[in-house]
T-cell receptor, first 113, second 112 residues
Framework: GQQLNQSPQSMFIQEGEDVSMNCTSSSIFNTWLWYKQEPGEGPVLLIALYKAGELTSNGRLTAQFGITRKDSFLNISASIPSDVGIYFCAGQRRVSGNTPLVFGKGTRLSVIA | DGGITQSPKYLFRKEGQNVTLSCEQNLNHDAMYWYRQDPGQGLRLIYYSQIVNDFQKGDIAEGYSVSREKKESFPLTVTSAQKNPTAFYLC???????????FGNGTRLTVT
């Protein structure tokens, strides 16, 4: 099955720094989602994007739905230790019914205090 | 509180045994999903169900089976035919209108 190309694979940053990660695909998606997973838990939804060009914020997090509908990025500003985790992008094509999500392989974020 | 409950959190089995992972949701969601997570692999779809008594294979269904007899429940059986069953298994659900997935907290299965 198709997977999204998510980068970087991992990041080590200093507390207070800004973070940027992105996902690209060879196919068009109608929805882009960003999830965060902490150790031993399930992913939790951070931001959902439904329109090309859409820019949405959730606190220190900002995500954008690329104009071409083939990419999305997530920015985290002024990182803090609790931002540590794995961040996943997910794309969905709304053809009919419930079309399963396609996930990226994740970006593992480590924050050094 | 509404949510998705996966049990048990940790499961240990001997090779050659079938094992069933439980997933229950009280969110009144129509669709339910099973994903497998391996280090560095992201989430891979095993099976999904859009409605009671109906389910479809995902990308890696071989060696797994599911049932959907009730809206709230979507158990996953890992059979002895699954070559590498040791993994972290995640159950999720969503409403019918392609809304984002809500995930349970996973079951870590170890087969030795």
């Amino acid at each position: 099955g198709q997977q999204l190309n998510q980068s970087p694979q991992s990041m080590f940053i200093q507390e207070g720094e800004d973070v940027s990660m992105n996902c690209t695909s060879s196919s068009i998606f109608n929805t882009w989602l960003w999830y965060k997973q902490e150790p031993g838990e399930g992913p939790v939804l951070l931001i959902a994007l439904y329109k090309a060009g859409e820019l949405t914020s959730n606190g220190r997090l900002t995500a954008q739905f690329g104009i071409t509908r083939k990419d999305s990025f997530l920015n985290i500003s002024a990182s803090i230790p609790s931002d540590v985790g794995i961040y996943f992008c997910a794309g969905q094509r709304r053809v009919s019914g419930n079309t399963p999500l396609v996930f990226g392989k994740g970006t593992r974020l480590s924050v050094i205090a | 509180d509404g949510g998705i409950t996966q049990s048990p959190k940790y499961l240990f089995r001997k090779e050659g045994q079938n094992v069933t992972l439980s997933c229950e949701q009280n969110l009144n969601h129509d669709a339910m999903y099973w994903y497998r997570q391996d280090p560095g692999q992201g989430l891979r779809l095993i099976y999904y169900s859009q409605i009671v008594n109906d389910f479809q294979k995902g990308d890696i269904a071989e060696g797994y089976s599911v049932s959907r007899e009730k809206k709230e429940s979507f158990p996953l059986t890992v059979t002895s035919a699954q070559k590498n069953p040791t993994a972290f298994y995640l159950c999720a659900s969503s409403t019918k209108q392609n809304s984002p997935l809500h995930f349970g907290n996973g079951t870590r299965l170890t087969v030795t």
